[in-house]
């Protein structure tokens, strides 16, 4: 190898600060990720140099001066498809051969990788595709529309797919906030964290005694509430489903409803960025469904711009 | 006369050469108690297939009957406690000794030329290890099992660009249901135990070929102290002890 580098091993580098200041660099950016962007760009600048000088250093061996290759003592060998007994080379404006054998090779390969393909795909959608085809689930009638006493939550639990059974049973937080021109106003808020997915209770008191369970819904009254909390992390949200502390990134979920004969009927799901003003009068800036802990709005929103269908 | 049996096995296969090529190898004189952490992985995770399969013959993966299942195995078969507590205890012990295993192999300097690929076999181990705790998690099907499942679905959901689709995936849906369970059933007892037994053996391969080296403070790998005249060949397994002599 390199005469000048005595009897070290070719494999092992010579010894480097420069991974050092990579290091650095690569934990001033997760700091930067808490502590503000500014720490970011200098994370990068750091980790950008020193990483240049690193490489430098390691490929400084590579980059030096090839030696004198080995004089080459005898005639190197020749393919079997080429020489004298193989077949002739082309000549001006022929076109191209090819030996019987390499056809066959090439004709094996490609026919069995075909094969290959045609058995592989289905197997494999199969194992993909279905968690994304058909994944809605039915209204759901939570109830009639008086049941739910005005500017009061009331915890409402009900089997969003009966067929399942009990792993489908989900919460919602429903206001009726009395009259928008004319229309009854809920607000219907999914009781699923938009940090990680726990369940949010409501900081309030459930009067369980007034419980009312009609064709496997479950309506709880409460007393009035301040705003919800998950007892996972810490996320708080106020009475409008806005996250006011913790490590959510969002705003509560939402259902759609509709009234229809006097009944209360929760539809699809949807995703909130953020609530202007309270109750009947809340401006919703919707989005489609995002799971827990992606970002709807703002810079971060990038990394998700893609939901699978729900 | 009673090792006719292996002479026979010996002399139709190899086998019981190549089991005494692995149990007499030659290894450094001065290495430590740590060297057997990784044979202590080995074993818990040989410990967690055996108790995972005897599991797998009461565990009904259905979630009208999972948690059932498993109360029945722990309070009405005869030592069913005793089998779900090594498994459950089991899988913390098998992902400790790996991580104490890794730092063995780290503070020794033993992933470097040329055990490179070693190591990475290693971390993929560890990853796998981690992976195969978090599917069998689910399968009790109880509260715990549950929402950490949701809370470690999301997590993994948050990842840029492909984490909202492979939530659905693994969960087998849109929301957890009775085909996730199915799935991390799946998951937790045929692809995940097939990947990490593959590796290990590939790792153990690995370890067999390249040999073991000496701790990096060794004075006797470093030339300055002469390491002592071999020890005198011990009696295998298949060699007959000569008449008359006396064991060494």
């Known amino acids: ?310 | 006369m009673m090792l006719y049996p292996l002479d026979w096995l010996e002399e139709r296969s190899g086998l019981v050469g190549a089991v005494k090529y692995f149990l007499f190898r030659k290894v450094p004189g001065d290495i430590s108690w740590g060297h057997t952490l990784g044979s202590a992985a080995l074993t818990a995770f040989i410990v967690q297939a055996v108790t995972g399969v005897i599991l797998a013959f009461y565990y009904k993966p259905d979630p009208n009957s999972a948690y059932e299942s498993i109360r029945h195995i722990t309070d009405d078969l005869t030592l069913g406690w005793l089998v779900r507590g090594m498994h459950k205890w089991g899988a913390s012990v098998f992902i400790i000794l790996m991580f104490l295993h890794m730092g063995r192999v780290f503070l020794y300097g033993a992933y470097k030329y040329p055990r490179e690929l070693n190591w990475i076999i290693g971390v993929l181990l560890l990853v796998l290890g981690m992976m195969e705790g978090f599917f069998g998690y689910l399968l009790p099907w109880d509260e715990t099992s549950y929402w950490a499942t949701v809370v470690g679905v999301n997590l993994q959901a948050t990842g840029p660009f492909v984490g909202p689709f492979l939530g659905p995936v693994l969960q087998g849906g849109a929301e957890i249901g009775p085909d996730t369970l199915a799935r991390f059933y799946s998951l937790h007892m045929l692809v995940l135990p097939g990947a990490i037994a593959g590796l290990i053996i590939l790792h153990l391969y690995l370890v067999i070929r390249l040999g073991v080296n000496s701790p990096p403070w060794s004075p006797t790998a470093a030339g300055k102290v002469q390491p002592g005249p071999p020890p005198p060949p011990r009696a295998g397994l298949v060699e007959p002890r000569p008449r008359g002599a006396r064991l060494r």
Request: charged share 20%; glycine share 12%.
């Open chain 1, 1 to 310: 190898m390199d005469p000048h580098r005595g009897d070290e091993s070719p494999h092992t580098p010579a010894p480097t600060l420069w991974p050092v200041g990579f290091a650095v660099g690569i934990a001033c950016i997760f700091v930067g990720l808490i502590v503000g962007p500014i720490v970011i760009a200098v994370g990068a600048v750091l980790t950008a140099l020193f990483g240049l000088l690193w490489v430098r250093d390691v490929s400084a061996p590579y980059r030096a001066e090839p030696a004198e290759p080995e004089p080459v003592l005898e005639a190197p060998a020749i393919p079997a498809h080429r020489g004298g007994p193989a077949m002739p080379e082309p000549g001006e404006g022929e076109l191209i051969r090819f030996p019987r054998s390499k056809f066959l090779e090439f004709s094996t390969l490609g026919l069995g990788g075909v094969i290959g393909g045609v058995v592989t795909l289905p197997v494999l959608g199969f194992t993909v595709l279905p968690p994304f085809i058909k994944q809605g689930h039915p209204e759901i009638d939570v109830g009639a529309i008086d049941d739910f006493p005005e500017n009061k939550f009331v915890i409402t639990t009900f089997l969003l797919k009966p067929e399942e059974g009990e792993v489908s049973r989900r919460t919602a937080y429903i206001r009726n906030n009395g009259l928008l021109e004319g229309a009854p106003s809920f607000t219907a808020l999914s009781n699923r964290c938009v940090h990680l997915g726990c369940p949010v209770q409501i900081n309030g008191l459930p009067l369980d005694d007034q419980k009312k369970t009609e064709k496997g819904v479950d309506l709880i009254p409460t007393a009035a509430a301040a705003g919800f909390g998950c007892p996972c992390h810490g996320g708080q949200y106020d009475s409008e489903g806005n996250r006011t502390a913790g490590p959510p990134v969002r705003a509560l979920d939402r259902y759609e409803f509709r009234i229809k004969n006097g009944r209360l009927l929760l539809g699809k799901t949807y995703s909130v960025s953020g609530v202007d003003g309270t109750a009947a009068d809340a401006k919703i800036h919707s989005y489609p469904l995002a799971g827990p802990g992606q970002h709807v709005d703002g810079i971060e929103a990038v990394l998700y711009p893609l939901q699978p269908p729900r």
